[in-house]
């Protein structure tokens, strides 16, 4: 039987697509208890309709984002079970697969779907922060600089540098089954275009 990795990188547009999906990113993170869980049981932790659920269910076990682990037969009917293709999933597009306005037009929902979920978790973090002392203080850091050709290749050196240490570093963690909590981390760097 299959079994889930530790880690997954997205690399291909259409994984990333399915995945950007407000309700199919839902689905993905339900499973931070690593329990596998049918469509049914997802859509009643959810509150929502089975039907749809299990459609949402369907596309990500089509381009293999979620998996069968289990079938139990329950009373005559069969229950499927599923887990996502690993325990951490990382969407990393860094150049627009194909040349199309069609592929470029994809590439930016998937941005702005991954910029507004941040939004909106990075926003709880700040409120939380307001009014529990323990909770970690989320950082926001936004930088604006002219910088020259040879300054701007270092620093997106370093940045892919210190992605790919901690990438790493994270999944040899959690190979080690070390129980952690959830941080959302966003790193863009662009030339600014008026």
């Given at each position: 039987?299959?079994?889930?990795?530790?880690?997954?990188?997205?690399?291909?547009?259409?994984?990333?697509?399915?995945?950007?999906h407000d309700l199919?990113?839902?689905?993905?993170?339900?499973?931070?208890?690593?329990?596998?869980?049918?469509?049914?049981q997802i859509a009643?932790?959810?509150?929502?309709?089975a039907s749809k659920?299990?459609?949402?269910?369907?596309?990500?076990?089509?381009?293999?984002?979620?998996?069968?682990?289990?079938?139990?037969?329950?009373?005559?009917?069969?229950?499927?079970?599923?887990?996502?293709?690993?325990?951490?999933?990382?969407?990393?597009?860094?150049?627009?697969?194909?040349?199309?306005?069609?592929?470029?037009?994809?590439?930016?929902?998937?941005?702005?779907?991954?910029?507004?979920?941040?939004?909106?978790?990075?926003?709880?973090?700040?409120?939380?922060?307001?009014?529990?002392?323990?909770?970690?203080?989320?950082?926001?850091?936004?930088?604006?600089?002219?910088?020259?050709?040879?300054?701007?290749?270092?620093?997106?050196?370093?940045?892919?540098?210190?992605?790919?240490?901690?990438?790493?570093?994270?999944?040899?963690?959690?190979?080690?089954?070390?129980?952690?909590?959830?941080?959302?981390?966003?790193?863009?760097?662009?030339?600014?275009?008026?």
């Amino acid at each position: 039987m299959k079994k889930q990795l530790d880690y997954f990188e997205v690399k291909s547009l259409k994984q990333a697509k399915v995945l950007s999906h407000d309700l199919r990113m839902k689905i993905i993170s339900m499973f931070r208890d690593e329990i596998p869980r049918t469509a049914k049981q997802i859509a009643d932790e959810l509150g929502m309709s089975a039907s749809k659920v299990h459609y949402h269910v369907k596309e990500l076990v089509k381009l293999e984002l979620l998996f069968l682990t289990d079938t139990k037969v329950n009373g005559g009917i069969i229950e499927k079970y599923y887990l996502p293709i690993a325990k951490v999933i990382r969407i990393r597009l860094s150049k627009t697969e194909g040349e199309g306005i069609f592929e470029h037009h994809e590439q930016s929902q998937i941005i702005n779907n991954t910029l507004r979920e941040f939004g909106k978790s990075f926003s709880r973090s700040v409120e939380e922060a307001k009014t529990n002392e323990e909770f970690l203080k989320p950082i926001f850091l936004q930088i604006n600089h002219t910088m020259l050709d040879e300054d701007r290749d270092e620093l997106y050196e370093e940045l892919r540098l210190l992605s790919e240490k901690w990438s790493k570093r994270i999944e040899s963690s959690n190979s080690c089954d070390r129980k952690g909590e959830e941080y959302n981390l966003l790193l863009g760097f662009h030339k600014v275009i008026d």
